[in-house]
């Protein structure tokens, strides 16, 4: 067990809706990311965030939106949903997200877009 | 540009044989280097990680990796392989300005003969 608890673990939504998944990082880890894992692409970076802010952009679509609260805890909002939006998506946390910090992966949201 | 490679896609042991995943890495500052585990439907778990000072890592359940600077490798080993060991593994890269974001590579998948 990692610390970093994610949900739902399973979610089945239709075309164009629009889901929320939730983390909730290591006691203490003051930075979230995300990472969607598909098999076309493997594991990608989406987002980054640190004690609120917004750290890092990687390869999130428009239609994607994240934040990080003041508890700390962190969604990502997928709206439009299309096919290939279907993932496993993950969620992880590091103490202070600068480089040289270990990154501990939650058991991710598998989403399925029908 | 960063980047992870891992040349093989899928690799066959028996229990109780050698075990050893190649990495290669291409990175533009002092690469801190990670191997994760990812068994069926789990999470990354964190196997080990390199960031400075000794080459050789140990890290859970038996795994050890070399950094090799003039090889840009980073392979992982294992002596004596254990059917639970049978799952896929990700090489990842970060540090210098990434923030604390990984580059992963795309997986080798380790399937053990009883």
């Known amino acids: 067990d990692s610390g970093v608890t994610q949900t739902p673990k399973h979610l089945i939504t239709a075309t164009g809706q629009r889901v929320t998944l939730r983390c909730s990082p290591r006691?203490?880890?003051?930075?979230v990311y995300w990472y969607q894992q598909s098999l076309d692409q493997g594991l990608q970076f989406l987002i980054q965030?640190?004690?609120?802010?917004?750290?890092a952009k990687g390869n999130i679509l428009e239609r994607f939106s994240a934040q990080q609260f003041p508890d700390l805890h962190s969604e990502l909002n997928l709206s439009s949903l299309e096919l290939g939006d279907s993932a496993l998506y993950f969620c992880?946390?590091?103490?202070?997200?600068?480089?040289?910090?270990?990154?501990?992966f939650g058991e991710g949201s598998w989403l399925t877009v029908v | 540009a960063q980047s992870v490679t891992q040349p093989d896609i899928h690799i066959t042991v028996s229990e109780g044989a050698s075990l050893e995943l190649r990495c290669n890495y291409s990175?533009?500052?002092?690469?801190?280097l990670f191997w994760y585990v990812q068994s069926p439907g789990q999470g990354l778990q964190l196997l080990l990680k390199?960031?400075?000072?000794?080459?050789l890592v140990q890290g859970i359940k038996g795994f050890e990796a070399e950094f090799k600077r003039s090889q840009s490798s980073f392979n992982l080993r294992k002596p004596s392989v254990h059917w639970s060991d049978a799952a896929e593994y990700f090489c990842?890269?970060?540090?210098?300005?990434?923030?604390?974001?990984?580059?992963f590579g795309r997986g080798t998948q380790l399937t053990v003969w009883p």
């Open positions: 992880a946390s590091s103490t202070t997200g600068s480089s040289g910090n270990t990154i501990y």
């Open positions: 006691s203490g880890d003051l930075s």
């Open positions: 965030y640190y004690n609120g802010e917004e750290r």
């Open positions: 990175y533009g500052a002092t690469p801190y």
């Open positions: 390199y960031f400075s000072g000794d080459t």
């Open positions: 990842a890269v970060g540090g210098g300005s990434t923030l604390g974001r990984l580059y």
